[in-house]
Structure formats: C-alpha cells, structure tokens
C-alpha cells in the first residue's frame, strides 16, 4: 500500500488551500484516515481524523476553519484549509489505517502561509 499526498503550497494570510491524500494497493478495509502536521522545530501534531463511521475530530487550533472528508471508492482523505495563518506553515502528513488498523503514512506536502 502507498499514499500519495499533495496539494500543497503557497498561500496567503486567509486564503485556502486543499489537500488530497489517495492510497493505492490491496485496500481491503479503511478503519482511520488522519492529517498530521510538522512546524519547523516542533513536534507531529494530530490535526483532523475522520473515521470509519464518518465521524470526526479536530485540533482545537482548526476547528471552524479546516474540514476533512473523504471518498472511499477512491480510497481518498481531504483537508480543505480555509482562513489560513502563518502559524498554519507546515509539512502536513496523511495516515491511513488500513486492512486491520496496520499504519501507513504519505510523503508529506509542504503548506506555506506567507505573505
């Protein structure tokens, strides 16, 4: 199984941007799909989960302003970011849990938010 995130970029204070992260491979079941992220300097921090029943979770740093879905016949998580900050400027990462909760994480995109 390999995931493939992109979607990434430059953007403006208050801008969007959205992600897309799709995994290919012998998928037999999807349990969690997640977006993490990764500041210069900081630790990985969980910032939105949606999972197999379709519920989901934010970081309270998100909530109001990022929104994860996700299309299983694609085997594809979103993250549509609205009213970007800078403090939002990261590496974001997907993670899947897949075919009995085994992990798998994508390469990463890069989330500029500059002026």
């Known amino acids: 199984v390999q995931l493939q995130a992109s979607g990434g970029g430059l953007v403006q204070p208050g801008g969007s941007l959205r992600l897309s992260c799709a995994a290919s491979?012998?998928?037999?079941?999807?349990?969690?799909m997640d977006w993490y992220r990764q500041a210069p300097g900081k630790q990985r921090e969980l910032v939105a989960t949606?999972?197999?029943?379709?519920?989901?979770n934010y970081a309270d740093s998100v909530k109001g302003r990022f929104t994860i879905s996700r299309d299983n016949a694609k085997n594809s998580v979103y993250l549509q970011m609205n009213s970007l900050k800078p403090e939002d400027t990261a590496i974001y990462y997907c993670?899947?849990?897949?075919?009995?909760?085994?992990?798998?994480w994508g390469q990463g995109t890069q989330v500029t938010v500059s002026s």
């Open positions: 491979g012998n998928i037999f079941s999807i349990n969690r």
């Open positions: 949606i999972i197999g029943g379709g519920g989901t």
């Open positions: 993670n899947m849990l897949l075919n009995s909760w085994v992990s798998y």
